[in-house]
């Protein structure tokens, strides 16, 4: 089975758009499903959750659409400055205003993980298993400098082994490795990168046979489009950079 995984799309429409015609023009992709994070920080909430339906994508829920399906005092995004926080808070509040009744129903309602196997179990092979942010905690950080004690405990939380792969977003910085024979992979972040490239990344795997493998790819998409529609939905400038230098804006590092 050939995978394509994408996580944190965050509302950019555009974006998410040239990542699955990226992905459809590859023409060899089995299957695409979404790691969650939906919603937040750009214009097209709506918009995105309506493409992934009307695509049949299925997926997991993260911090994000949780927090905006309950109408959750916080979003569950971490900040370390004071005005980070404001501007968490100016996301958030847009956020819940603008998704619809329907469509928060639909974000309570996704999973907190999936378990994939070949034909759904019918054919013995690997596990792909995804999840937002850890098989623990959708809200904690998995990022690159974890400990290959933290990678193989939190393989054992879902019980995986030698050959099986972990996917997981939350951070928005790709990375992958292999421990014990079992993937970690960090997918980044379609609509919201923060590793200083500003196109939309996603992941491509296929863990059939002995030559598995991970491709973190990136997408170029219509930033001039996106951040127009950032400006007219009234969202803070900061979003605007954050998106064009790929979440280095020289603003946060004040
Ligand atoms: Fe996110």
Redesign the pocket.
Known sequence: MRYALIS?I?ANLHALDAVLADIDARGDVDAVYHLG?LV?YSAFPNEVIGRLRERGIAGIA???DSTVATDYKHCGCKSETPRQEELAHISYEFTRRTVTAANKRWLGGLPFSLDLRPLGGHLAGPRLVLVHGTPTLNTLYWTEDRSDEFCLKMAGVVGLKAGDAIAF??T?KPWHRVVEGIHFINTG?VG?PKDGDARAGYVLLDLGGADAWVEHVRTAYDLDAATAAVREAGLPDEFIEFLRTGGKPVAAAV
Request: glycine share 24%.
């Open positions: 944190d965050h994070d937040g993260g911090n994000y977003g939350h928005h972040s919201r």
